[in-house]
């Protein structure tokens, strides 16, 4: 008699019935465990929330006073009989794998994961299971990322041009995870970084959690505007073309993100420079990673499913397509009002404004439609 | 190649003017002559023979990716361009690319003709392996022959212009018609005289610009008025809807030139006679059209001949075409450009009153009016006239470069339009790539939905934006790269004209149909039916 799988896909979220918890939900439920601080992965209204240590101080930022318990990589909590142990999934700072065992069935959700070890998060680990639920938002094989390094180099001698042009230099990347990736590695030697209000917030959290990042100026109304340009500027999607931004002028505005890699997606976001920078892993990250599982099965829950649950069944996978509400290639222009609502109190949202920077699939994939509204509400609250 | 590619991603990079500007004039200045030659040729759109064909390129790219074929063929469609699908296909490598010219690698191209297919294959197989990422992009461009950039020709005449001291306007006459870029040199492009002018070469076409920038909004007297000043300092013509094109005939020879930049003498050799009879040292500016009994015919009669390889006997009689000409560049072997319109319409006249071929040699008839409100009547008469509106031109004005505002105006009459379902969505190109921009219309006939258009322009981003998610939360079916997607949004369509058609289901065919705007107000069940589309037939 075959039994009923230990995790199933419902209209709320991923579904553990032995263990009667969620993954990632998307509805309010009693028991939900957190993959990472992603808008579209964490949301507001479960009553009792699960997530590594370092996603304590973003997701209580971005959540509010939450019952929130936290864990280290590798620990193992037991729910109902069920273990649950976080394995690092490189994503963005406190992201997670989770693994779910019972009765010796293995089962592993990766949230969202890069295989490339990008210096600021711990590194993605392959975990052994027989049921691997996988992302694949850049699963075409015209994505293919070149090593870090090499961007990080780029963007450095760009802000340098930059200064001798005169230019202010502004580098828009989401605020939790493209941001403290691209500040770690900037060349300070060139001059100071100063941040969006909605970057600054996610930094002070992180600070607070105890990582250590290179120093930043929270632009105010009072930093002089003069300062500003000599440095470089970190701000988040919902700032490009915004009153704040052109303030700035003139500038050159560098996109950081995986979209970057088509002429496409590039010129639609009009940018002066487009690094294809992504928290994501590319094609051959992700077959490699879904291969170092060993797994029986995998179920490939948002990106461009369809084509690459083919191509793994081709190449003697077991692969299946699910629908899940995280950030797919098909809902990437979701508009907010289908979506639940979580934004916290006092921050507004602004349809137009979101849809017009969000418009291709990674954006709801790292920080989500709600998560785009919610950076811009702070952008009104938080920054000038 | 390494400057080429990088002159690519440079001009990708920025979106100002002055840079594109500055960017062009760096790599000018630290390439080649040889290559410079060569990138004009190619930004100018001057291809040179295709070498391999569109399936082979396919085909032996799958076969050196090793991937499966609807894999490649997905690719492509979340890319929209082919030469960039293959480029971001490879792997990356880090062999540094190729040390090769610009120069180098066309005359290897050039090259292929002397190669077997096997060896061909060979050939672009291992230039895929040794290019870098984007010097791939751009060698893709080049064998595809599909090179459109985002950069103008006057830009990249702007900046030849600059580094050698020339006039623009010389510039762009020098590099019109048939050159080749491996017999015109650099040296010769530039220097302050030429000696040998070719004699074939067409004067860059002036053209012009829409007096009502949009459909829906009507210009008024008034503004014509106040955009014009008085109507007594204008001609008034019919806008012709055929080729524009400029005669030449020089040294006993005859070039036909279409505004494209073809050469299509031989194309319309019912023009030859009359032109044999023009002085030495004449360029007219007309349009060609099919005309019977001295009337045109429509666009669609004159479509069917061009894109015939042989003119058939059949063809030349069911299409006859003939001249509309409108003004006369050169006159007895002198440039009359800076002649004002009025002087040059003399000549023009002088020269059709003497030709023996009156039926084929048309002169573009002057539009009688004494104000903006008779000659806006006079443009209701348009259609009948089957012409597309109104040509405006200063009588004081020279003969210009390219487009630009002031002296020539087009008034067009608005397009026809209906009220049309979307029922079929495909992914776009280039900057649409990935998104759902192409769009397949439908009419009721009874209660179904024939299919009578596509069309892809005409929707703001936003817009697009929102019907793309549409599209993508209301598939029915997937074939291949199109989807049906539930009926329900409705669009109003514009046309330039309608013809009856034997190969589409809904029995007609549109000239040149674009999406007017989004029907927000009105449900499916409200949109046109098939009858009112055929009534435009009469």
Same mark, same amino acid.
């Given at each position: 008699m075959p039994r009923k799988p230990l995790l199933e896909f419902t209209d709320r979220g991923i579904y553990c019935p032995q263990g009667k918890f969620y993954i990632d939900p998307w509805k309010p439920v009693d028991d939900a465990v957190i993959t990472h601080a992603h808008s579209d992965h964490a949301y507001l209204g479960h009553k009792h929330y699960l997530a590594h240590h370092l996603s304590r101080e973003v997701l209580k930022y971005r959540l509010g006073d939450i019952q929130l318990q936290t864990i280290a990589y590798g620990e193992t909590i037991n729910k109902n009989g069920v273990e649950i142990t976080l394995f690092p999934a490189g994503h963005v700072i406190g992201s997670a794998q989770v693994r779910v065992v019972y009765q010796g069935e293995v089962w592993v959700v990766s949230g969202d994961y890069k295989t490339e070890a990008d210096g600021v998060c711990e590194p993605f680990e392959p975990v052994k299971c027989h049921h691997f639920i996988s992302e694949c938002t850049f699963g075409m094989p015209v994505y293919q990322w070149k090593p870090q390094q090499q961007l990080f180099d780029e963007m450095n001698n760009w802000w340098r041009q930059n200064l001798e042009n005169n230019l202010a230099t502004v580098v828009v990347g989401y605020s939790l995870g493209k941001a403290q990736r691209i500040l770690q590695n900037l060349d300070l030697f060139n001059g100071k970084v100063y941040t969006h209000g909605v970057i600054e917030n996610t930094n002070e959290a992180l600070r607070r959690n105890g990582i250590e990042l290179q120093p930043t100026t929270r632009i105010t109304p009072d930093t002089p505007k003069e300062e500003v340009r000599k440095g470089i500027i970190l701000a988040p999607p919902s700032a490009v073309g915004s009153a704040w931004m052109r303030k700035f002028g003139p500038y050159s505005f560098g996109y950081c993100s995986g979209w970057m890699a088509l002429r496409g997606a590039k010129r639609r976001r009009a940018a002066d420079r487009g690094f294809v920078l992504s928290d994501h892993a590319d094609w051959n990250g992700l077959i490699s990673a879904i291969d170092a599982t060993g797994c029986e099965c995998v179920y490939l829950t948002h990106g461009y499913t369809a084509s690459f649950t083919r191509y793994l069944n081709e190449i003697g996978f077991n692969a299946r397509e699910v629908h899940t509400l995280y950030g797919t290639e098909e809902e990437e222009a979701a508009s907010p009002q289908d979506s639940p609502t979580n934004l916290p109190k006092g921050e507004a949202s602004n349809e137009g404004e979101v849809n017009k920077v969000l418009s291709a699939g990674e954006d709801l994939g790292e920080v989500g439609i709600l998560g785009g509204a919610k950076d811009l509400g702070e952008a009104k609250g938080g920054a000038i | 190649m390494k400057a080429f590619a990088q002159l690519f991603l440079s001009l990708d990079e920025t979106n100002k003017t002055n840079e594109k500007v500055k960017v062009l004039k760096d790599y000018f200045n630290c390439v080649p002559d040889t290559d410079k030659m060569h990138m004009l040729a190619l930004f100018t759109g001057r291809k040179s023979k295709r070498q391999i064909n569109s399936t082979q390129f396919r085909l032996w790219a799958i076969e050196a990716l090793k991937i499966p074929s609807w894999l490649f063929e997905e690719s492509y469609h979340v890319v929209g361009d082919l030469a960039e699908t293959i480029a971001l296909l490879f792997p990356q490598n880090n062999? $540094? $690319?190729?040390? =090769?010219?610009l120069t180098e690698w066309i005359a290897e191209i050039n090259n292929l003709s002397t190669y077997g297919d096997e060896e061909k294959r060979h050939w672009l197989q291992q230039s895929w392996q040794l290019l870098d990422t984007q010097e791939r992009f751009v060698f893709n461009k080049i064998l595809t022959?599909?090179? &459109? @950039?985002? @950069?103008?020709q006057s830009l990249v005449v702007k900046a030849i212009a600059d580094i050698a001291d020339l006039d623009a306007a010389v510039l762009t006459h020098r590099i019109m018609g048939n050159w080749r870029p491996e017999d015109y040199t650099f040296r010769e492009l530039i220097q302050p005289q030429q000696e040998a002018e070719d004699i074939s070469r067409p004067y860059p076409f002036f053209l012009a610009y829409p007096i009502q920038e949009t459909s829906t909004v009507q210009k008024s007297v008034e503004d014509l008025q106040q955009t014009l000043g008085e109507a007594s300092e204008w001609q008034a013509e019919w806008k012709w809807d055929g080729i524009r094109a400029q005669l030449i005939k020089r040294d006993g020879q005859l070039f036909i030139w279409s505004r494209g930049e073809d050469l299509s003498t031989d194309r319309f050799p019912e023009l030859h006679p009359f032109m044999n009879e023009l002085p030495d040292g004449t360029v007219l500016d007309g349009e060609i059209l099919s005309f019977r009994q001295g009337k045109p015919l429509p666009f669609n009669v004159l479509q069917a001949r061009i894109g015939r390889k042989n003119l058939s006997k059949k063809i030349l009689e069911e299409s006859p075409v003939a001249l509309i000409a409108y003004d006369c560049l050169e006159y007895e072997g002198k440039d009359? &450009?800076? =002649?004002?319109q009025t002087e040059r319409r003399e000549l023009l006249e002088h020269l059709q009153a003497k030709t023996a071929y009156p039926d084929v040699f048309n002169i573009s008839t002057l539009i009688d009016f004494d104000s903006w409100e008779s000659l806006s009547r006079k443009r209701q008469q348009s259609r009948e006239m089957i012409a597309e509106g109104i040509m405006l031109k200063r009588k004081s004005a020279t003969y210009q470069v390219g487009r630009k505002r002031g002296d020539w105006w087009k008034w067009k009459i608005d397009p026809l339009s209906v009220d049309a379902v979307m029922i079929y969505a495909q992914k776009g190109h280039g900057r649409r790539a990935d998104l759902y921009t192409d769009y397949t219309f439908a009419v009721w006939d009874g209660d179904k939905l024939v299919p009578f258009a596509k069309a892809y322009s005409g929707l703001t981003d936003a817009e697009i934006n929102k019907v793309d998610a549409f599209v993508k939360r209301n598939t029915l079916e997937k074939f291949g790269p199109v989807r049906t997607v539930k009926p329900e949004l409705v669009f109003e369509i514009g046309f330039e004209g309608i013809n009856k058609s034997t190969r589409h289901k809904s029995g007609v065919a549109l000239r040149f149909p674009r999406i007017l705007r989004w029907r927000h107000d009105k449900p499916k069940e409200e949109a046109d039916t098939i009858e009112t589309l055929k009534a435009f037939l009469e």
């Open positions: - | 062999t $540094g $690319g190729s040390s =090769k010219t022959g599909s090179f &459109r @950039v985002g @950069v103008s009359i &450009r800076e =002649k004002t």
